[in-house]
T-cell receptor, first 112, second 111 residues
Framework: KAGVTQTPRYLIKTRGQQVTLSCSPI?????VSWYQQTPGQGLQFLFE???????NKGNFPGRFSGRQFSNSRSEMNVSTLELGDSALYLC???????????FGEGSWLTVV | AQRVTQPEKLLSVFKGAPVELKCNYS??????LFWYVQYSRQRLQLLLR??SRESIKGFTADLNKGETSFHLKKPFAQEEDSAMYYC?????????????FGKGTKLSVKP
């Protein structure tokens, strides 16, 4: 069974630009969540989607948004990029909240 | 506030020595706790879930509600145990959403 797949794996953007990251969950998983990992703040929860609806949201500004499609694939978008947005963005999927969460390898975003 | 604290950033032990990675939590409800591990150049993966009460790769963790701790232990460390270990708490309510992670402890097992 294929794991959680994230694309792109690496990308470099300029301040002020926007970026879209993609995540394909494990087949059959309907919950997709996103986390930001930085050396200073560690792993922080961004948001979680289930059946195309955002169920939970972490403490991030509105520049961070996401969506989930009918096939459970998810995208997250960051607009007006800031240098501090440089991080590893992890996507995770599970059957539902409370079930075991499986992580992707992440998308490394560098903002210059 | 819900919080997970891992007091040690780095823990270094020799092969064959016992290892204990500390985790303390703050949670208003009944906690559900996990240990995740990230080996070099690999994805974050689940090591233990407290409700499973199982031993994975020789690691165990016991939930102590009185001390609000969920320490990870292994009696005899192996070099392949070297990795980043994250303690996490599942928050079912509020705006925090899913997992709340500690900052992680880097375990280094020396030969």
């Amino acid at each position: 069974k294929a794991g959680v797949t994230q694309t792109p794996r690496y990308l470099i953007k300029t301040r002020g630009q926007q970026v879209t990251l993609s995540c394909s969950p494990i087949s059959g998983h309907r919950s997709v969540s996103w986390y930001q990992q930085t050396p200073g703040q560690g792993l922080q929860f961004l948001f979680e989607y289930f059946s195309e609806t955002q169920r939970n949201k972490g403490n991030f500004p509105g520049r961070f948004s996401g969506r989930q499609f009918s096939n459970s694939r998810s995208e997250m978008n960051v607009s007006t990029l800031e240098l501090g947005d440089s991080a590893l963005y992890l996507c995770a999927s599970s059957l539902n909240s409370g079930n075991t969460i499986y992580f992707g390898e992440g998308s490394w975003l560098t903002v210059v | 506030a819900q919080r997970v604290t891992q007091p040690e950033k780095l823990l270094s032990v020799f092969k064959g020595a016992p290892v204990e990675l500390k985790c303390n939590y703050s949670y208003s409800g009944s906690p559900e706790l996990f240990w995740y591990v990230q080996y070099s150049r690999q994805r974050l993966q689940l090591l233990l879930r407290h409700i499973s009460r199982e031993s994975i790769k020789g690691f165990t963790a016991d939930l102590n509600k009185g001390e609000t701790s969920f320490h990870l232990k292994k009696p005899f460390a192996q070099e392949e145990d070297s990795a980043m270990y994250y303690c996490a708490l599942f928050d079912y309510g509020g705006s925090q959403g899913n997992l709340i992670f500690g900052k992680g402890t880097k375990l280094s097992v020396k030969p």
